[in-house]
């Protein structure tokens, strides 16, 4: 099965951090890659018109953000940047890159991921 997942949060799509899933705010699932595909593209270029900024890598995973959509992170004491990611799926895990099957769960500083999820809803700014 293929998954078309839309998800938003201070993560970009690539880095499959521990409960990446709760950033799911849509999934659709079809039998095909060619449905999926098809479907991806109708979402990629809706999001494209909504975002301004836009970064992909291969294996259909790409984050599109508005500079300035920020929440705050009391852990990390700074806004961090909020991105609304696409990505294309198979069983839940991302397409194999020439059998690479590594997960990214760093961020570019080589750090593990050290903020902690708000108790907000996905895509809320609400206070609390």
């Not at 938003?8 to 799509?13: A, F, L, S």
């Not at 595909?37 to 109708?42: G, P, Q, S, T």
């Not at 599109?64 to 806004?79: K, P």
């Amino acid at each position: 099965m293929y998954q078309v997942i839309s998800i938003y949060g201070e993560n970009e799509p690539w880095w499959f951090f521990e409960d990446w899933e709760l950033d799911i705010v849509e999934e659709e699932v079809f039998e095909t890659l060619e449905e999926a595909k098809e479907c991806y593209l109708k979402k990629f270029t809706h999001y494209h018109r909504e975002y301004s900024m836009i970064r992909d890598k291969e294996d259909y995973l790409v984050a599109f953000w508005n500079e300035g959509e920020l929440r705050y992170c009391d852990d990390c004491d700074e806004d961090l940047q909020l991105y609304k990611g696409l990505m294309l799926l198979k069983d839940c895990k991302k397409l194999s890159d020439a059998g690479k099957e590594q997960d990214e769960t760093v961020n570019y500083r080589r750090k593990a991921k050290c903020c902690k999820r708000p108790g907000q809803s996905i895509g809320s700014n609400s206070e609390e």
